[in-house]
């Protein structure tokens, strides 16, 4: 059964900082894309970033540049999202998606989901 799992969100001052994680079982992702996507509450789910099999290339929506940093490290089989300066936007849950068949900025084309880790961001 393959599972992705994300930990690390929480409640977060404005202007913090949250690493989030996101471990892959059941069978392993290093040829694949991976991304990060949130959705707020009352809104449609959005795309946050993607990062290709090997960790080469990396995209992010406009939003986020320059805050986030989006990594995976096959060898443990994890997708990471390191988020600094974080602004009460940013208050969502957040989905880990895995094996991307979609353009890098699709907010559905993926085989595989986590459950989501909520992310708030106090002002």
């Known amino acids: 059964q393959v599972q992705l799992v994300e930990s690390g969100g929480g409640l977060v001052q404005a202007g913090g900082s949250l690493r989030l994680s996101c471990a892959a079982s059941?069978?392993?992702?290093?040829?694949?894309?991976m991304g990060w996507l949130r959705q707020a509450p009352g809104k449609e789910r959005e795309f946050v970033a993607t990062?290709?099999?090997?960790?080469?290339?990396?995209y992010y929506t406009d939003s986020v540049k320059g805050r986030f940093t989006i990594s995976r490290d096959n060898a443990k089989n994890t997708l990471y999202l390191q988020m600094n300066s974080l602004k009460p936007e940013d208050t969502a849950v957040y989905y880990c998606?895995?094996?991307?068949?979609?353009?890098?900025?699709?907010?559905?084309?993926?085989?595989?989901w986590g459950q989501g880790t909520q992310v708030t961001v106090s002002s």
């Open positions: 998606a895995a094996q991307r068949y979609g353009a890098v900025t699709t907010t559905t084309r993926y085989a595989y």
């Open positions: 059941g069978r392993t992702f290093n040829t694949d894309a």
């Open positions: 990062i290709s099999w090997n960790g080469d290339s990396t």
